[in-house]
């Protein structure tokens, strides 16, 4: 158990080390208690101009009931933190983001709020402490999920979202998640969360089993997934970390999003530093490595990086100048002192499998 985001939170479980939790979820079905990160609604008649007031998200042109990633912006195109908005066919909006942010997330957001409402606009903010959060992961989830419910869940596709029954309690289930698998969100009331996390356990469709931190790391760094604090942060513009989908071609043409003249800047000349993939051998790089060109030249740092359980090799993503960012680049690692050799490659490091309907 390690502290994490004022939570005590399991590294692994006692049946599995990280690397065969790992493994356990790209073959079959694992869970992951994501209870502490923040579960939020937004309603009042204004609420999308209100979130794509603060967001780069295209809310307008998203359609109910379905869910997408985008990030915060600062004035200065920084990244406040990432989460998912849903917007849902019962008139408000769904938000989950970063436990770790919670604190600056709801500040930032209160302070827009107050903002917005000196406009005489209708919208609020609603926590939902009262919700838990487990995320069901693998190419066996969603047949565990339809043993649980009577509605067909091949009806979800990714980032589809329903409010459906489980066990006589409603439920929000999501189809999305961090690992690059197919899977679904929970978001439960409080006290229904043990006895249906025990059902999916105990079910019959697929070998269920619990994951902690160390394999959802290596899970979301397999995906390409970026981590707040390591990978993206304030300092860094959408662009930069490439997440320039992110951002649709009405909030482009609008430019109507904080920092909107930074990042829709960098979107058509090339920032100095970008986010890319890596592979190596050897000792693996961490958060923090130094990354050299071939003369020795620093050219950026690693953020993220673990020897892959489904590759064999190390995997890593970090910033580099733009120069570098070719796939098949060659770079250097100075791990310890240590010259790494390794190269620049695409990401996701393994396919994503995600859902999408035939």
Known sequence: MVPFAGYWMPVNYADSSISSSHIHTRTHV???????????EIRGKDKIKFMESITVLDLKGLAEDRGALTVMTTSQGGIIDDLIVTKTRDGYLYVVSNAGCRDKDLAHIRNQLSEFKKENNDVKLEIRDD??????????A???????????????????????NIENAKCRVTRCGYTGEDGFELSIPNEYAVSITQLI?????????????GARDSLRLEAGLCLYGNDMDENVTPVEASLSWLIGKTRRETADFPGAD???SQLKSKPQTRRVGFISHGPAARAGTKILNPNGDLIGTVTSGCPSPSLKHNISMGYV???????GTEVVFDIRNKMIQAQVTK????????YTKK
Request: net charge positive; no cysteine; glycine share 4%.
């Open 347 to 354: 990401m996701p490091f393994v396919a994503h499998r995600y």
């Open 30 to 40: 694992s869970i992951f208690d994501v209870s502490h990160m923040l579960q939020t």
């Open 321 to 327: 100048k733009s120069s570098y960012t070719k796939i």
């Open 131 to 140: 919700l838990s959060l487990i995320a069901v992961q693998g190419p066996g």
């Open 262 to 264: 930074k990042i829709l």
């Open 142 to 164: 969603a047949a565990v999920i339809q043993s649980l419910i009577k509605d067909d869940i091949s009806n979800l596709a990714f980032m589809d979202s329903r409010i459906l």
């Open 201 to 213: 356990l105990n079910n019959k469709s697929d070998s269920v089993k619990l994951a902690g931190l």
